[in-house]
């Protein structure tokens, strides 16, 4: 694909809406990739997919204050915004959107929040983090009005954040395409993730073992195993109750046609865990083919 500029990091509104404007009106197609930042291989995917596809890439890079709850972690979420200006150059990206909290939320008292059903968002995350999904929502749904780009890129291992976004796409009738990127994990099988910064060795050394509890209910599967319940207890016993350090939130089985919990595995289930090690959240999921 053709390339349209040099990297520029954009920090108001009025100004990433002109440039688009300005593209679109050029006729050239824009691939929006919304991130928080501290960006990893995992974001890179996206970028790599979203530069090959599209004449002009925006990364927009905003730790979104209303996707966290009070006792969470948005003070200590990592930021990095040089190390990830870099990255971009790098990655032939165009733009980096990336506004301050007053440029995107005026004040409190004045935001106006974007409710998805509460079937999807009282489940596995949205349950353990109360407004997470109605945050992400309402962040979401204003960057795809900011920047209204052709195509937009998420990942896979956000698969309830996933959902609930092709979800709003299509009942807001937002006329952006969202294309889906599988997981990139790291050589030992932990999801790449910007939480994983926050690790301490030994808990670094442990976290793999959320995958492996995964991988061991699609191996039972392929075995030939498919009642959850049995193969999840299994996955408890012999992996993640081995660490005392692994506080269990979820491991559990949903459809992904219509995210309702399932108890017999069939191809498109997703399984899905979240847990804590000291105050770091991880979460991770695979999906049964
Ligand atoms: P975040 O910065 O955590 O909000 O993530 C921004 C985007 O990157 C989301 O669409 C995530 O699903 C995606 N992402 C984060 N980690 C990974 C990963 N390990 N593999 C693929 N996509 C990821």
Known sequence: MATVAKLKVITTVSEIQSI??????QGKSVGLVPTMGSLHEGHISLIRASVKENDCTV???FVN???FGPNEDFDRYPRNLKTDTEICQREHVQYIFAPSNTEMYSNKEDTYYVIPPEKYTSILCGKHRPGHFEGVATVVTKLFNIIPAQKAYFGQKDAQQLFIIKKLAKQLNIAIEIITCPIVREADNLAMSSRNLNLTEKQRTIAPKLFEALNSIKQGYSSGNKDFETLANIAKNEILDQY???RLEY?????YENLQQIHTLKPDTLIAIAAKLGEVRLIDNIIIE
């Open 20 to 25: 688009v404007e300005n593209l679109k009106r």
């Open 65 to 67: 204050p209303t996707q």
């Open 59 to 61: 990364v927009t890079i």
């Open 251 to 255: 491991l559990q089985a949903y459809d």
């Open 244 to 246: 005392k350090q692994i």
